[in-house]
């Protein structure tokens, strides 16, 4: 009964700001491991940013030091705001929680457009 949904995704011209939001519902333990993922058009779905239950961060080279993944008291949501937009990072962004070997659970996906 894990449900995955994210919100806040939109449109964004060059050089702006988004935040996305996911929250996970059913689960009554820390998560151990939260990340947002992306697929560009045409492309394999790639990390952006992850964060285990110890606040260990992981980025991407091309998220680093434009985007900030966060988790909130409770741990069962998390955030990824992304600054200094580019194009390039138009994609379907989609919130992983992983809950253990085998347990991955997704959320459906969140539209972000950069563009002029």
């Known amino acids: 009964q894990v449900q995955v949904v994210e919100s806040g995704g939109g449109s964004a011209q060059p050089g702006g700001s988004l935040r996305l939001s996911c929250a996970v519902s059913?689960?009554?333990?820390?998560?151990?491991?939260m990340a947002w993922y992306r697929q560009p058009p045409g492309k394999a779905r790639e990390l952006v940013a992850g964060m285990n239950q110890a606040g260990n961060t992981n980025y991407a080279a091309s998220a680093k030091g434009r985007f900030t993944i966060s988790r909130d008291h409770a741990k069962n949501t998390v955030d990824l705001q992304m600054n200094m937009l580019r194009p390039e990072d138009t994609a379907i962004y989609y919130c992983d929680a992983y809950l253990g070997y085998r347990e991955d659970h997704w959320g459906k996906g969140i539209l972000v457009t950069v563009s002029s």
């Open positions: 059913g689960v009554t333990f820390n998560i151990p491991y």
